[in-house]
C-alpha cells in the first residue's frame, strides 16, 4: 500500500501497538492474516454506537467501531458507503456498494490469487488485504473504471482478440494488473508481463494468451495506436 | 447487380419434411454425472443436414474472438457470486474440521444473538462422517455478520477414529466407512493365468508401483446459489454449475415448488471442469433458508469448504509388471490398482491405457476413507491411467534400448492417429536432434534437457438432448437459445457462429441466449459432450429456419424457393428471368409481425465421436536442487471439424496447463495424525501460475478431415503428467512415481537424499 510517513507503525512502536494504529497503520498485513477473533468479536458482537460519519483519514491515530460511513473515490467519483473497520476493500466493493461492483472477484480472500486486483493510487493492490477505511483519500480503480463492454482499453480489447478469458473469473485481476504494468512501461518484455501477473491465479489456464494479448497491447500503447 | 453464378442449393431436407423415416441404430455417448458413456440409439434414417465444406466456410473454423469476452474482461459479465438482490441475506457454511467426530457443543442461542443474524440451521448436530462434512449454516444480513454468526457457535467436535490414509484404510480393523469395511471388491479383467506367462517369456521386463495424488478442480467460482425466493409460488436460482436445468429441478424439489415454477439462472460461471452438476448440500442448505425467511439467500462457499466438500479427482496407488519383445512390443500386463476416491469409488480409466499388450490381467479396487467422495474431474480417470501407463512405457523402452518415440508407434494401432500426431510432436519438441533417446542424460551440471512423450483418447461425442431455437425478428435481429451454459469453453460464441455462418451474416449480428432453464432443454455439460449435443441441434435449428425464410421470400418475391442464397452482401437470387439482391434487413422487415422460429435438434450426422491427442514435454532439471522447470509442451490433437479455432487452442493449452499442475505441484495433503489438509488454500494447493508456464504449442490436428463437430475438452488434460515425468527422467535419470513431482521426489530418484 503506498504508506506515507504517518503509516508506520512498525520499528519501536510496535511493542504499544494498539487495535485503533493496527487499523490505521497495518490494514493489509491485518486483514490478511493478523486481525483476530478478538477485534472481531469486539466490533461485530458488542454493542454498537448508531452508524456515523468518519472523516478523511487523520494524521494522527484515530479509533474506528461500529458501523461507519466512509466516503471512497472509486473509478474517479465519490462514493459514500457504510462498512465496519474490519471490512476489507473487497467486499466494500461487492457488498457495501450501492449499487455493488462485482467485476473485483473474491476467490481466496487471503491474497493467494489475485482475483481482488485493484489500483490504489495507481498501484496493483490485493482489495481483500485492504481495509476500506484505510483507503479514504486514496484513489481507487477497479476493473470497472477501465473500461466498459462497448468501450474497451486497449489491454481489454487485446484480451478479447487473444482470447485471454476463458471461464473469466480469474480475468479482471489480470486486466487490472497488466494495465498497471503497461502504465509504467509500453514497452515491457514477456518476462516483465509475468512478473506482473504471478500473484494472479488462472484455473483454465489462460495464461499464454494473456501474454500475448499483454504484449500485443503494450506495442499499440507504445506506438499510440 | 452482378451475380455469381448460383451453384447447385444444397439438399435441406428436415426430419419433418420426411416421410415416415426408417430408423436406424446408431452408437452416442451417454453422460452419467460426467463420465462418457458409449449406449445404442435409435434414430430416423433420413437425409440431413450437413456442414458445408471447410474450404467453404467463413466464419466456423476460424478464430472467433468469444462474444462474452467484452463482458468477461471489464467485469461486466454476471457470476452467480455477484448477484445482489434487495433483502438478501449471507449465508457461510460450518463443516466439520475432523474426519469423524462427535459434535459436543453447538451454541445456536449465541449464534441467533449476534448482531445481523437472522437465521441458524444445524445441519448435523450429533456427529460427523467426513473431513468437511457440513454441520450447520448461518445466515446474516452482511457476509461480516454470517462469519460472527459461525464463531459464535463455538462448536466443540470430539475425535471419532478415522480412516484418511492408504496404509490405516487397509489396516484390518480399521475404522470402517461402509459396513462392508474401507476395501472394494476387486474388478478383474484378462486373464491373469496368460498374462503372468507371456510376462514370464518377455526378454524383457519391469516392475514398478506408481502413486497419483487427489487433485481439486479449485474452480475459482466456489460453488454455490443465490436462491431468489421471497414466499409466494414462484423462485429463481441463480446456479454456478454445469447443468442448469438440472439444477432448477432440484432447487424446485427443496423450496416445494413444482419444477415449473422454478428458474435456473447461469449466465457466466467461474469454472465447473467436473465438480459442479448437482446442488450439493449447501444448495439444499440455501433453498430451506430461503424457504423458512422468505427472503433471498446467497450462499457461496468459502474456499476452505470448497476444498473439503466439493470434490475431487480420486487419487491412487497402481502397481505394473510389463514386458516385451525385443523389437518394443508389448508381451505381457499385470496391473494391481487401489482408487483413493473417499467416501467415493474413485475412477481409474482401463489399463493399459491407448496401447495394448498381447495378454493384460488388472485387479482394481476401492479403498475407501473418510474424506469427501470424489467427483468426475475433466477426463475423469483417465490422467490417473496416463501417468502409469506413459511411465511404464518408458521404463520398458529403457530396458530394452528402444527409441522413445518408436516404441510408442510399435504399440499403438498402426492406422491410429497417434502414429502421424508422434512424428507431428517429435518434430515440434525437437526429438531429432535430442541426445537421449535410448537412455536418460547424466544427473550433472545444473540444468539437465530432457523430453518425454504421452498419448491420449476421448470419446466427446454428442447426444440427442438439446432443443435449440433461431428466432429472426422483423427488423432483422437474429436469436439462438437454448438453456445450455458456457463454462467458458466458448458454447456461447458457437451458437452465435454457427447461425451466422448459416446467414451470411457477422457473429456479432446473432444474440446466443443461454444459461437459463426456460430455455430449451440442454445436455448437462460434462464428458466433452456439450459441443457435439448442442452445435449439430443449432446448425439444425438454423438450417430449418434458412428454408423457413427462403420459403417466406420465394412467396413474397415470386421465386422459385431453392434458389436463394444468403451471404455477407445480402440475399441473392438468380430469379426467374433477372437476378435480385435483397439487404438482410429489408428481407426481414418482410417477415410477419411474429418474426420467424424454428427449432432444432440434434443431427447424428452432423457429430463425430473419438479424439486421439499427443503431448510432448521438454523440461529442464537441476540435479542439484531437484527443481524441475517445464520449458516447453506440445499438443496435437485431433477434433472433428474445428467451429472456433481460437477457443479451441485456448481449450488445449488449457488442459495442458492443468496437466502441468498435475506434473509438478498439485495434490491434497492430509494429516492422518491430526485428521485435517494442510493445503486446503491457494498458498499451500499450488496451481501453475504465470512464471511457471512453459512455451505452448497447440496444433489441432488437421488431418482429421471428419465433417463432424466432437468435444475436444478432455484430452489435452491426460497425457501431460506422463510426458512430463518422462522427461524429468531423460533428462537425468530420475525416476519419479509418485506425483507431484517435487524437488525432494527428484533428489530422492536420484539417491541424493534417503
Known amino acids: ?225 | 447487380m452482378a451475380l455469381e453464378p448460383i451453384p447447385s442449393a444444397p439438399i435441406l431436407s428436415t426430419r419433418e419434411d420426411a416421410q415416415a423415416p426408417k430408423k436406424k441404430k446408431i452408437k452416442t455417448t451417454k453422460v452419467v454425472n460426467g463420465v462418457d458413456t458409449e449406449v445404442e440409439i435409435e434414430v430416423d434414417d433420413v437425409p440431413t443436414v450437413a456442414w458445408p465444406e471447410r474450404s467453404k466456410l467463413r466464419v466456423l473454423n476460424h478464430d472467433i474472438p468469444r462474444v462474452d469476452g467484452p463482458d468477461k474482461v471489464s467485469g461486466a459479465a454476471r457470476y452467480t457470486h455477484d448477484v445482489r438482490l434487495p433483502g438478501m441475506v449471507y449465508a457461510q457454511i460450518l463443516v466439520s474440521p475432523l474426519p469423524r467426530a462427535k459434535v459436543v457443543k453447538l451454541d445456536v442461542e449465541a449464534a441467533r444473538k449476534v448482531k445481523g443474524v437472522v437465521h441458524v440451521l444445524v445441519i448435523q448436530g450429533e456427529s460427523t462422517g467426513w473431513l468437511g462434512d457440513p454441520v450447520a449454516a448461518v445466515a446474516a444480513e452482511t457476509l461480516e455478520a454470517a462469519q460472527d454468526g459461525l464463531r459464535a457457535l463455538a462448536p466443540k467436535f470430539e475425535a471419532l477414529p478415522w480412516s484418511v490414509d492408504h496404509e490405516t484404510a487397509t489396516k484390518s480393523g480399521a475404522p470402517a466407512v461402509t459396513k462392508n469395511g474401507n476395501l472394494g471388491k476387486p474388478e478383474t479383467d484378462g486373464d491373469e493365468t496368460k498374462a503372468r506367462a507371456a510376462l514370464q517369456a518377455s526378454p524383457t521386463r519391469v516392475k514398478a508401483t506408481y502413486q497419483v495424488p487427489i487433485q481439486h478442480h479449485a474452480c475459482l467460482e466456489t460453488h454455490g446459489v443465490v436462491v431468489d425466493y421471497r414466499g409466494g409460488t414462484e423462485a429463481t436460482v441463480y446456479c454456478s454449475t454445469q447443468y442448469t436445468h438440472g439444477f432448477a429441478a432440484e432447487a424446485a424439489e427443496v423450496l416445494g415448488l413444482p419444477a415449473s415454477s422454478v428458474t435456473g439462472i447461469n449466465e457466466h460461471m467461474g469454472g465447473g471442469f467436473g465438480s459442479k452438476f448437482g446442488m450439493d448440500k449447501q444448495g439444499q442448505v440455501a433453498c430451506q433458508i430461503a424457504k423458512e425467511l422468505k427472503r433471498p439467500v446467497h450462499l457461496m462457499l468459502g474456499r476452505r469448504e470448497e476444498f473439503l466438500m466439493s470434490g475431487n479427482r480420486s487419487g491412487g496407488i497402481q502397481t505394473i509388471e510389463a514386458g516385451c519383445e525385443a523389437d518394443g512390443k508389448f508381451t505381457g500386463f499385470l496391473v494391481q490398482a487401489f482408487k483413493h476416491g473417499g467416501l467415493g469409488r474413485g475412477s481409474l480409466a482401463a489399463l493399459p491405457y491407448c496401447y495394448s499388450a498381447a495378454e493384460h490381467y488388472r485387479s482394481v479396487q476401492s479403498v475407501r476413507m473418510h474424506l469427501d467422495a470424489n467427483r468426475a474431474m475433466r477426463a475423469p480417470g483417465s490422467p490417473q491411467a496416463s501417468f502409469p501407463m506413459e511411465s511404464i512405457v518408458d521404463e520398458l523402452a529403457y530396458a530394452a534400448g528402444i527409441d522413445l518415440v518408436a516404441i510408442r508407434k510399435r504399440n499403438l494401432p498402426r492406422d491410429a492417429s497417434w502414429q502421424r500426431q508422434l512424428d507431428r510432436a517429435a518434430r515440434e519438441i525437437g526429438w531429432a536432434d535430442h541426445p537421449h533417446k535410448t537412455k536418460p542424460g547424466p544427473a550433472l551440471g545444473t540444468e539437465c534437457i530432457g523430453i518425454g512423450f504421452g498419448v491420449s483418447a476421448w470419446g466427446g461425442g454428442g447426444a440427442d438432448e438439446c432443443e435449440v431455437e433461431v428466432r429472426i425478428e422483423r427488423d432483422g435481429s437474429v436469436v439462438t437459445a437454448c438453456g445450455s451454459q458456457d463454462l467458458g469453453t466458448g458454447t456461447r460464441t458457437y451458437m452465435a457462429a454457427i447461425t451466422a455462418e448459416e446467414f451470411g451474416l457477422p457473429v456479432a449480428a446473432v444474440a446466443a441466449r443461454l444459461g437459463n432453464s426456460r430455455l430449451g432443454n440442454s445436455v448437462a455439460s460434462g464428458g466433452s459432450v456439450t459441443t457435439a449435443s448442442l452445435a449439430p441441434a443449432v446448425k439444425d435449428a438454423a438450417a430449418k429456419a434458412r428454408v423457413a425464410f427462403a420459403t417466406h421470400l420465394a412467396a413474397v418475391l415470386g421465386l422459385p424457393g431453392d434458389g436463394f442464397r444468403f451471404e455477407p452482401e445480402g440475399i441473392l437470387h438468380d430469379g426467374a428471368k433477372a437476378p435480385t439482391a435483397m439487404s438482410w434487413k429489408k428481407a426481414c422487415g418482410t417477415l410477419p409481425a411474429e418474426g420467424l422460429r424454428a427449432n432444432g435438434r440434434w443431427v447424428e450426422s452432423l457429430a463425430s465421436r473419438g479424439v486421439n491427442c499427443t503431448q510432448a514435454a521438454r523440461v529442464a532439471v537441476d540435479p542439484g536442487t531437484g527443481r524441475v522447470l517445464v520449458l516447453h509442451m506440445v499438443c496435437v490433437q485431433e477434433v472433428g471439424l474445428p467451429l472456433n479455432r481460437l477457443a479451441l487452442r485456448s481449450q488445449i493449452q488449457g488442459g495442458m496447463i492443468q496437466a502441468l499442475g498435475y506434473a509438478i505441484s498439485e495434490g491434497r495433503v492430509i494429516d492422518p495424525v491430526l485428521g485435517i489438509q494442510l493445503n486446503p488454500n491457494f498458498e499451500d494447493y499450488k496451481v501453475p501460475h504465470a512464471l511457471e508456464i512453459p512455451r505452448m504449442t497447440a496444433i489441432i490436428d488437421d488431418e482429421d478431415t471428419r465433417q463432424g463437430v466432437i468435444g475436444v475438452g478432455e484430452p489435452p488434460v491426460i497425457p501431460g503428467a506422463g510426458a512430463i515425468a518422462n522427461a524429468v527422467h531423460n533428462a537425468c535419470g530420475a525416476r519419479v512415481r509418485e506425483l507431484p513431482i517435487t524437488p525432494d521426489k527428484v533428489l530422492q530418484a536420484l539417491g541424493k537424499v534417503v
Not at chain 1, 208 to 215: D, G, R, S, Y
Open chain 1, 1 to 225: 500500500m503506498a504508506d506515507g510517513p504517518d503509516r508506520n507503525p512498525g520499528g519501536e512502536e510496535a511493542a504499544d501497538l494498539s487495535r485503533r494504529r493496527f487499523l490505521r497503520g497495518a490494514g493489509g498485513v491485518a486483514a490478511g492474516g493478523v486481525i483476530g477473533p478478538a477485534l472481531i468479536g469486539a466490533s461485530g458482537c458488542a454493542a454498537q454506537p448508531a452508524t456515523q460519519p468518519a472523516p478523511a483519514v487523520p494524521k494522527g491515530p484515530e479509533e474506528l467501531a461500529g458501523e461507519i460511513e466512509i466516503e471512497l473515490a472509486i473509478n474517479g467519483r465519490p462514493s459514500k458507503l457504510t462498512v465496519e473497520p474490519r471490512t476489507t476493500l473487497l467486499d466494500a466493493l461487492r457488498t457495501r456498494l450501492e449499487p455493488a461492483l462485482t467485476g473485483t472477484k473474491s476467490v481466496c480472500d487471503r491474497g493467494n490469487c489475485g482475483a481482488c486486483t485493484v489500483l490504489v493510487d495507481g498501484e496493483p493492490r490485493y482489495s481483500c488485504l485492504q481495509l476500506a477505511s484505510d483507503l479514504r483519500g486514496s484513489a481507487i480503480t477497479t476493473i470497472e473504471g477501465l473500461g466498459t463492454p462497448a468501450q474497451l482499453s486497449v489491454l481489454q480489447q487485446e484480451f478479447v482478440a487473444h482470447d485471454g478469458s476463458m471461464c473469466g473469473f480469474c480475468t479482471p485481476g489480470f486486466v487490472v494488473a497488466i494495465t498497471a504494468c503497461l502504465k509504467r512501461d509500453p514497452k515491457a518484455s514477456e518476462a516483465d508481463i509475468r512478473g506482473a501477473c504471478a500473484g494472479n491465479l488462472c484455473r483454465c489456464g489462460t495464461q499464454p494468451q494473456i501474454f500475448e494479448a499483454a504484449l500485443a497491447a503494450g506495442r499499440r500503447i507504445a506506438e499510440g495506436k
